[in-house]
């Protein structure tokens, strides 16, 4: 099955600095890359997600970046602000077989003002 | 639409003791997941319901169960609850289709076990 691996686990930034969180997954099946960010004490919220058949896509101050021949993906986050502190997740799932979708660990993002 | 909502948001069980936790889709969303979060070990996926069958299943042992109803309300039990089974239990509901596999997630039901 798929696996996903996320680094860093934790990562601190100052305020409007860029932040790049980076995940691998093992399926070179799998077609569908969300990201997603829980605040503390809330719900994950899907932040951006990313289809195989484009290598970066951007929304506002946040980009997604795959690389599938390395089976990597990336998120950018420019313009850091306090309201970006969070957990972020990354997962991947091959959307075309209704496997699972697989997360990685996640990441503890701080943003010091 | 109204969101993803579950119930209970927090309870408290004691070791041995079983557990219901409901999950209610976002209005035409016919796949409803469940996962397990606690700290340092992410969101483990533990099964996914789709037309009131079971399409997924992750590596939870048996005490952990799942059902989904025709109106796509889902519930899990815990049987025989252990103090590891402590931990935040969110479901997530997705539309239908292959394709769009967007997950929406609920607020939780943080269950702690004594």
């Known amino acids: 099955g798929e696996n996903v691996e996320q680094h860093p686990s934790t990562l601190s930034v100052q305020e409007g600095d860029s932040a790049v969180i980076k995940c691998t997954y093992s399926?070179?099946?799998?077609?569908?890359f969300p990201w997603y960010k829980q605040e503390l004490g809330k719900r994950p919220q899907l932040i951006i997600d990313?289809?195989?058949?484009?290598g970066e896509k951007k929304d506002q101050r946040i980009a997604v970046t795959l690389n599938k021949t390395a089976k990597h993906f990336s998120l950018h986050i420019t313009e850091t602000q306090p309201e970006d502190s969070a957990v972020y997740f990354c997962a991947a799932m091959r959307s075309s077989r209704n496997t699972p979708l697989v997360f990685g660990k996640g990441t503890r993002l701080s943003v010091i003002a | 639409k109204a969101g993803v909502t579950q119930t209970p948001r927090y309870l408290i069980k004691t070791r041995g003791q079983q557990v219901t936790l409901s999950c209610s889709p976002i209005s035409g969303h016919r796949s409803v997941s469940w996962y397990q979060q606690t700290p340092g070990q992410g969101l483990q996926f533990l099964f996914e319901y789709f037309s009131e069958t079971q399409r997924n299943k992750g590596n939870f042992p048996g005490r952990f169960s799942g059902r989904q109803f025709s109106n796509s309300r889902s519930e899990m039990n815990v049987s025989t609850l252990e103090l590891g089974d402590s931990a935040l239990y969110l479901c997530?509901?997705?539309?239908?289709?292959?394709?769009?596999?967007?997950?929406?997630f609920g607020p939780g039901t943080r269950l702690t076990v004594t």
């Open positions: 997530a509901s997705s539309p239908d289709g292959q394709g769009a596999r967007e997950q929406y």
């Open positions: 399926d070179s099946a799998s077609n569908y």
């Open positions: 990313i289809r195989s058949n484009v």
